[in-house]
């Protein structure tokens, strides 16, 4: 006859965790979710918690087709050119660390600077980005990622680049 008391004890103690668990996550409800899903911007920044760049003012001839959220500290952007239907990668990824690199040739962007990489089958630009608003609870950076492939000008990829931000 114990038996069934201490079992009822248990399992009312299991129940009351899963209420506490649930309880604690409740805020964080637009988390829960399964990757990767396309997502608007703002469900991207509420899961990344901060505001994320997005591309503002692409060059002409150039627009933003799809967003997905990867995982829960990076979101991509598809940026398509309209002439030629040829598609850029945009990678935002919410770092506590910046990016260093020392093997590839500086850029100038928007005044920061950023790293170009002429790889076999494709181009890449890569650098970090601080948010206009750190947030408290949150504390990072962000590395951008800018890949197209050759058909897509170096110029053209340094232009877009030039267009992330707030």
């Known amino acids: 006859m114990k038996k069934l008391p ?9 129940f009351l965790c899963g209420i506490l668990l649930l309880a604690c996550n409740r805020n964080d409800i637009v988390t829960d979710t399964v990757f990767p899903r396309e997502a608007t911007i703002e469900e991207a920044s509420a899961v990344l918690k901060v505001d994320i760049p997005v ?3 692409l060059p002409q001839g150039y627009h933003l087709e799809k967003t ?5 500290s990076t979101v991509s952007f598809v940026i398509v050119r309209q002439s030629s239907g040829s598609e850029v ?5 919410w770092l506590a660390v910046p990016l260093k690199i020392f093997d590839a040739v500086e850029i100038d962007i ?8 002429s790889r076999d089958e494709d181009n890449m630009i890569q650098w970090n980005l ?3 608003v750190q947030p408290e609870e949150n504390k990072g ?5 800018l890949i197209s492939g050759k058909e897509i000008p170096s ?3 340094m232009l877009i680049a030039a267009s992330i931000g707030w």
């Open 6 to 14: 201490i079992m009822l004890h248990v399992l009312v103690w299991i």
């Open 55 to 57: 591309p503002v003012s």
């Open 68 to 72: 997905t959220l990867e995982n829960s």
């Open 89 to 93: 990668e945009l990678k935002v990824t």
């Open 110 to 117: 928007n005044g920061g600077i950023g790293y170009f990489y």
């Open 130 to 132: 601080s948010p206009p």
């Open 141 to 145: 950076i962000f590395e951008l990622t």
């Open 155 to 157: 110029g053209e990829l």
